[in-house]
Nanobody, 123 residues
Framework: QVQLVESGGGMVQPGGSLRLSCAASVSSFSTKAVGWYRQAPGKQRDLVATITRDGSTTYADSVKGRFTISRDNAKNTVYLQMNSLKPEDTAVYYC?????????????????WGQGTQVTVSS
């Protein structure tokens, strides 16, 4: 099982930016698809961005054009750059890995859920 640690959250004003990091414990992380998820209070956890091992990306409509997912395989780390943040982006953000993007969407995940990192957008 892949161990993942999220970091980089915080509190920002609307329109601000944050960069989240997802660090993995295994070198084979570079061969996996990775997804960023978020869960707001009282709501289900949603997949917001994915990146495959070859760098292909997808985004939920709600974050398209504002969020960018990227990876540094040498550091076993995946990032989520979040710009133009809105109050509705407030949530705990998690990352997880799958064999493929389809695996991420289907919930066939390789890691356990960590504590996530809190993002709060408020004036």
């Amino acid at each position: 099982q892949v161990q993942l640690v999220e970091s980089g959250g915080g509190m920002v004003q609307p329109g601000g930016s944050l960069r989240l990091s997802c660090a993995a414990s295994v070198s084979s992380f570079s061969t996996k698809a990775v997804g960023w998820y978020r869960q707001a209070p009282g709501k289900q956890r949603d997949l917001v961005a994915t990146i495959t091992r070859d760098g292909s990306t997808t985004y939920a409509d709600s974050v398209k054009g504002r969020f960018t997912i990227s990876r540094d395989n040498a550091k076993n780390t995946v990032y989520l750059q979040m710009n133009s943040l809105k109050p509705e982006d407030t949530a705990v953000y998690y990352c997880n890995a799958g064999v493929s993007r389809l695996g991420l969407v289907a919930g066939a995940l390789l890691g356990s859920w960590g504590q996530g990192t809190q993002v709060t957008v408020s004036s």
